[in-house]
Structures are given as C-alpha cells and as structure tokens.
C-alpha cells in the first residue's frame, strides 16, 4: 500500500485542543488495529498559529488517495476544527519504513 502524510496546523487554544486529544489518539490506535501502520507527532520546536508549538505530521498507509483522503478527514482533530491540514502521498526514494515499526506505547 502506498504511504500518506497528513501535515497539519493548530487552530485553537490548547484547552480546546486539549479536549480532543484522547478522542484523536483513540482515532490513531484504530488506525493501526486496521492495518494503516500510522505514526503521529507534534512538532515540538515549531510555533503553530495560534502561538503555541502547535502542529504535526500523520505518516499512513491507504489503498489510494481517496482512502487516504477519507481516513484524514475522520480525524476528530480536524471535525472539530483543532487543525488545518494538507495531504501528500509519499514516494520512498532511499532508505526503508521497517514493516514491524511501531509507535512508542506512550505519547
């Protein structure tokens, strides 16, 4: 299956952001039961938007753009407006994603 990013920026403030983020890390470990390998982080050194380090990367699998494109767009981040997003679909020129690679138990 071809590989996706979903980039994206923060919106709001980080008490509303804040009170989606279980339902988005919910979201994310559905993902992998369904065999999308995703991995998902912030940008730590980055000011987002709103001014508060805000935004991040989705790296997943689809069968194709519109799957990719549906899978993004049920994000509860963005259905409640938390985040801006573009999507790529990304071509591995060098090097390779181990197919057993997992996401770190604790975000």
Same mark, same amino acid.
């Given at each position: 299956?071809?590989?996706?990013?979903?980039?994206?920026? &923060? /919106?709001?403030?980080? #008490?509303?952001?804040? =009170?989606?983020?279980?339902?988005? /890390?919910?979201?994310?470990?559905?993902? @992998?039961?369904?065999?999308? @390998?995703?991995?998902? &982080?912030?940008?730590?050194?980055?000011?987002? +938007?709103?001014?508060?380090? #805000?935004?991040? +990367? /989705?790296?997943?699998?689809a069968r194709?753009?519109?799957?990719?494109?549906?899978?993004?767009?049920?994000?509860? /981040?963005?259905?409640? &407006?938390?985040?801006?997003?573009?999507?790529? !679909?990304?071509r591995v020129?060098?090097? =390779?994603?181990? !197919?057993?690679?997992? =996401?770190?138990?604790?975000?």
């Amino acid at each position: 299956m071809p590989w996706f990013v979903k980039l994206e920026q &923060g /919106l709001v403030d980080r #008490a509303h952001f804040d =009170a989606h983020l279980r339902a988005h /890390l919910d979201w994310v470990a559905d993902l @992998q039961r369904r065999g999308h @390998q995703p991995s998902s &982080g912030y940008w730590r050194e980055c000011k987002g +938007m709103n001014g508060d380090g #805000a935004g991040g +990367m /989705l790296l997943f699998q689809a069968r194709d753009w519109q799957e990719a494109e549906s899978i993004v767009q049920s994000d509860p /981040l963005i259905r409640s &407006g938390c985040v801006s997003w573009v999507l790529h !679909e990304w071509r591995v020129v060098a090097g =390779a994603i181990p !197919e057993d690679a997992q =996401a770190p138990s604790r975000w």
